[in-house]
């Protein structure tokens, strides 16, 4: 295994608008953090799995998960305020971990599929930091003030995950966070001054934020198992 894995699920999915986390919310009878879990595991390159959660949570999880969090190898820590604070929070767990890169997956993305962990995974191998993306796939319209225009989208991607890094690059990225805000990991590695490769990846990966997401995503699954 040359991969540690660090699964941030310590959210509280307020867009998703239950009365627990969203990653509790069940995708084909199963919870949906446990199909991010069970795919990553499945990956040969995968070794060290620790996921973040929060101190509200850790019960379910221990009380009614323990055996597929023993099975599937993976450690719990606890989480913090923002989806950042929770992977510095995994880092720190993985502070000895040998594996020479580490991937951030957002919990709340269940139908990852393994040539998309394959690829990502041998460009970050290559390149030191790679991230699964999408091309933009709408019309993007910039507001100017006086006036709005069409923005060229050819060159314009969504960002995803998993996001995966040289061990040593994610650790210093995340020595130098300052708090100012960051929308991913990548962000935090650009502003040390390493690129990162964009990997395309399948539009398949959704992140489950809204209700309907579960929808579609039980629509995607079936497509994904036919
Ligand atoms: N996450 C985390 N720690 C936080 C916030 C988010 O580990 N403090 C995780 C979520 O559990 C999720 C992933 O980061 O797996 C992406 O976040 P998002 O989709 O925004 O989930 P939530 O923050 O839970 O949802 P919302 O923003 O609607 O509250
Ligand atoms: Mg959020």
């Given amino acids: 295994p040359s991969v540690a894995v660090i699964i941030p699920a310590a959210g509280s999915g307020q867009r998703f608008g239950a009365t627990t986390n969203k990653l509790f919310a069940l995708l084909d009878g199963q919870p949906l953090w446990l199909h991010s879990v069970r795919r990553l595991r499945q990956n040969p390159m995968v070794g060290s799995i620790v996921m973040a959660v929060s101190d509200q949570d850790r019960v379910h999880f221990e009380n009614d998960h323990a055996a597929d969090l023993r099975t599937y190898e993976v450690q719990l820590v606890r989480g913090g305020t923002e989806r950042s604070d929770s992977v510095q929070s995994a880092l720190g767990y993985l502070a000895d971990a040998k594996e020479r890169l580490v991937a951030v997956h957002d919990a709340a993305r269940p139908l990852i599929r393994q040539r998309d962990l394959d690829a990502v995974f041998t460009a970050a191998n290559q390149t030191g930091a790679a991230i699964l993306t999408v091309p933009v796939s709408g019309t993007v319209r910039r507001d100017l003030g006086e006036r709005t225009e069409t923005v060229d989208r050819r060159h314009l991607h969504i960002a995803l995950t998993p996001q995966v890094f040289e061990a040593g690059l994610l650790r210093s990225a995340y020595a130098k966070h300052n708090g ?7 962000e935090l590695v650009e502003r040390c001054g390493h690129p990162v490769t964009l ?3 399948g539009t398949d990966n959704l992140k489950i934020t809204y209700p309907e997401d ?6 995607i699954l079936r ?4």
């Fill in 199 to 201: 990997v395309c990846g």
């Fill in 223 to 226: 497509s994904q198992l036919a």
């Fill in 180 to 186: 100012r805000p960051a929308t991913d990991d990548a």
């Fill in 214 to 219: 579960l929808i579609v995503a039980e629509a």
